[in-house]
């Protein structure tokens, strides 16, 4: 019987059973509870705000979102966000998920740190966005209420997250610097990092090959 949190149901197809099998085998407890959580505060937040999302979307979405941070998953030559994309992309086409479907949750994970953007385009892409910033940044936590929250949070443990998912990112772009630039992900960089040389936009612009 699927398993219902906070009045959402998980889904519990084959294709949603073996997402999970594939990130509880890469991710650790830290991201496999966050990636969970990141589903369930996205489907709370798009319901309140009546957008009709396909729960096998979002599941996956919402659990390979992370997985560029993952030993089994990352690259070093380009962001993490585009690590999980191709992964989820790739799952989805191999389990007879169609072309668009699988690009929207390419979408959803490659901008899920683009601030903004991902809440114009589909459901199934503004649904990781909702679940991330609530999960990691807080953004309208009081639209969900106290009962919910406890429930999720209950089923899927936060401790001391906001220390361990910092380090996790820091942990899993330390070695690729140069694709942080033009993201909110040089923060982290800096932050443990005081030798860390952030790029400059504007000094890019005037220090190009362009003559005017």
Known sequence: MPETIAGITVPDTALAREANQLVRQSADDLLFHHSHRVFLWGMLKSAARGLQVDPELAYVGGLFHDLGLTAAYRTKDRRFELDGAEAAYAFLRDHGRSEEEARNVWLAIALHTTPEVPLHLAPEVAVVTLGVETDVLGLTLEEINPEHRAEVVAAHPRPDFKNRILKAFYDGMADRPDTTFGTMNDDVLAHYD???????????IRA?????
């Open 194 to 204: 005081p030798s860390f040389q952030r790029q400059d936009f504007v000094r890019i």
């Open 208 to 212: 190009n090959a362009w003559p005017e």
